[in-house]
């Protein structure tokens, strides 16, 4: 029998708000490069954030998602267009390629593509000149730069389903780094909770439980996402999770009345990492657009401002350059 789940300790304040940079500087390049990574840490950046999901060999690689069909030049492979086929992951539908169907070596013949085409045209110059790193190469990065990685484990349970799971391999990894514990510049993150309170007893770095503004996690654990940000929903997470990572329309703290999540988690022990800070006008709110290009950037500064000033001990953002001048002006 596993052991009983038992709080953690609460950890000290740290320093300032963290800044995570979402799948690198993915503003400026496309995501999950060591391109975007480099950059990330050129701008200022605390954290990168790999998502980590599988090869068919075993091997983690950073991709935002197994299926690779958009973030990758697959589809002009020939001597992959059998393996195109349609799966059910987490109850959704999707048709494309996947992690788990290609070995480390022949995912290292494809070369990146923005995710975002539409969005950051400009992004789209990089389009072919990058491969995809393993999460070993992104470790190896950042401990180069001295920066701390946050990976976040994809579909664990649906992997594990496969026959890949990838909790003790992505620990296996930090270990091998020499992170394995609450010191150490490691945060993993999941919206799933089985894994994370599986991962609670095999590492001792921290662990964040990642919250959306609809749905619930995909293991089942929780009914709903609303009811794990309550505050009753917070004293469980509490039990083995250092903090959360919740979507910032959660938290809402640009507009006038605010949620009262910030509070109810430090009440419950837990640091708040919200995400994601964007610059373009289309993901953000009306009142900081400028103009009315949906690709043109707005104040995401003022945006930013606003949730430091609420409270935040963290955010993710695409773009850590305007996410640092915020955090200096503070």
């Known amino acids: 029998m596993p052991e009983p789940l038992s709080a953690p300790p ?18 400026y390049r496309p995501e999950h490069t060591l391109a975007a990574y480099e950059l990330a840490i050129e701008q200022g950046a605390d954290f990168i954030e790999p998502d980590v999901v599988p090869t068919k060999d075993g091997h983690l690689v950073a991709r935002h998602e197994n299926d690779i069909t958009e973030t990758t030049d697959v589809a002009d492979h020939p001597e992959f267009a059998a393996r195109k086929t349609t799966k059910t992951i987490d109850g959704e539908q999707h048709s494309g390629w996947f992690t788990e169907d290609f070995t480390l070596a022949e995912l290292k013949t494809l070369r990146a593509r923005e995710r975002l085409p539409m969005l950051r045209p400009d992004n789209r110059h990089h389009d072919g000149q990058f491969a995809i ?5 992104v470790i190896a990065l950042a401990k180069k730069h001295g920066v701390g990685v946050y990976p976040e484990t994809k579909h664990p349970t649906y992997f ?17 780094a020499g992170w394995n514990s609450a010191g150490a510049p490691v945060f993993i993150q999941s919206f799933e909770v089985k894994n994370l309170q599986h991962l609670h007893r095999i590492t001792k770095v921290r662990l964040i439980q990642l919250m959306d503004a609809k749905g619930a996690p995909a293991d089942g654990a929780a009914e709903s996402y609303a009811g794990m940000a309550t505050p009753a929903g917070l004293r469980e997470i509490a039990r083995y999770a250092w903090g959360i990572g919740p979507n910032k329309d959660m938290i809402r703290a640009a507009e006038p009345s605010p949620a009262p999540l910030i509070a109810d988690a430090h009440r419950a022990g837990l640091r ?10 289309f993901f953000l709110p009306k009142h900081l657009w400028s103009g009315m290009d949906p690709r043109a950037h707005g104040r995401l500064s003022d945006e930013i401002a606003a949730y430091l000033k609420a409270g935040v001990d963290g955010f993710f953002t695409d773009f850590p350059d305007i996410g640092v001048a915020a955090r200096n002006a503070e």
């Open 10 to 27: 609460l950890s000290p304040a740290l320093s300032k708000p963290v800044l995570i940079a979402h799948r690198g500087a993915s503003g």
């Open 133 to 137: 790193p393993t999460f070993a190469e």
């Open 272 to 281: 708040v990492h919200p995400w994601t800070f964007r610059a373009e006008n």
């Open 160 to 176: 594990a389903s496969i026959g890949l799971p990838t909790d003790d391999r992505l620990v296996a990894e930090l270990q091998a």
